[in-house]
């Protein structure tokens, strides 16, 4: 941790863990909630993103020779602070577990239905536990290796399905209420920013080149943005609001209409691989997180780092019955357990920082 990593590589490692959430959940209900008007709520949940993003920079600037535990421990004090980061590491262990359980999902449903659960999720743990025994610089530098092909798969993707759109599909505008909206718009700034708390546990003073952190950072989440804004109008443009939201995974279904020169065919599977290099990214920060806290609190790694994978390993396979109630209680639950209790621990953090320094 003591070697500074670019802030390029990590505004890559925010942009791929705010999708995260949107595979099988965020995207299907939004289109289920606002319909054509799901655009607009991805351009006012963009605006709001950008505040909420301008509160985590504040609490980033506070200390920043600290990790987000030492920053806790010195706001609230040691004991309180204690707590408090316990809490944070089982969110985070229960997201790292529900990660696992999505990547199986989706690769079950989408490659490899015949694949056992296990066997999936073993192959995807394996390059997880190494990147983050290589630290986060070796991560950053994957993550923005990985950005920089997403790019690539966004613009075939943008040219391949630009002459599909039928804007008869988008009409009647503002056919929804004005709450699902506001509501939806608010769905999208917490699925997309809540994971950013992950990228506190790395101090801003190891980050190279802090003049340009908070620019690149916007940027990266901007075209994030811009990346949600154009897959909501495709998915409406091209398949209509009552067919769009029937798909589990309907970004999938989206880029297997592309057909390049009406013989290169069936390239979704190459396509779509942005999708799981969020939830690789997003599962690598995780991992590191938990790992951080067990360094900060010199626990030994055999006996608590390697079985807490495997237990995760484990019940990532039967943590739901099926996937319908697995993205059932993930969109009624997800706000309340890690987005408003995040969002209002940094916003406390910040009120108790102004009135220190205001002593």
Known sequence: MNTKISNKGFASIIFFSAQAMFLGVGIPQILNSSKQSSIFSILLGSIIGIIVLGFF???????????????????????????????????????????????????????????????????????????????????????????????????????????????????P???????????????????????????????????????????NLYKFYIFLCIDFFLLFTFLIGIFGIDLAKLFYYPEFTLIKKINYFNFIQHIENILSTQWMFSLYITATMCLLFIKKYLNNKKLDKKYIYYPIILISLVISTILFKDTTIGFQITKNYYVYIYTIPIILLIIISLIIIKIKKSK
């Open 57 to 171: 920079i504040k609490l980033y600037d506070y200390e920043k020779d600290f990790d987000i535990f030492h920053k806790i421990e010195k706001i609230y004090g040691k004991n309180i602070g204690n707590i408090i980061n316990f809490i944070l590491i089982i969110l985070f262990l229960v997201y790292f577990i529900y990660t696992l359980w999505s990547m199986q999902i989706y690769i079950q449903n989408k490659y490899l239905d015949k694949t056992p659960a296990i066997i999936i999720l073993i192959l995807f743990l394996l390059p997880i536990v190494y990147a983050v025994n290589k630290g986060i610089k070796a991560i950053s530098k994957v993550s923005l290796f990985l950005f920089f092909i997403s790019i690539i798969e966004i613009l075939l993707s943008i040219f391949g399905l630009t002459n599909f759109i039928e804007f008869d599909n988008f009409k």
């Open 173 to 215: 505008f503002f056919n929804n209420s004005i709450f699902s909206v506001i509501k939806d718009a608010i769905y999208f700034a917490s699925y997309s920013l809540t994971p950013t708390f992950l990228m506190y546990i790395i101090p801003k003073n190891n980050i190279g080149n802090c003049n340009l952190f908070n620019k």
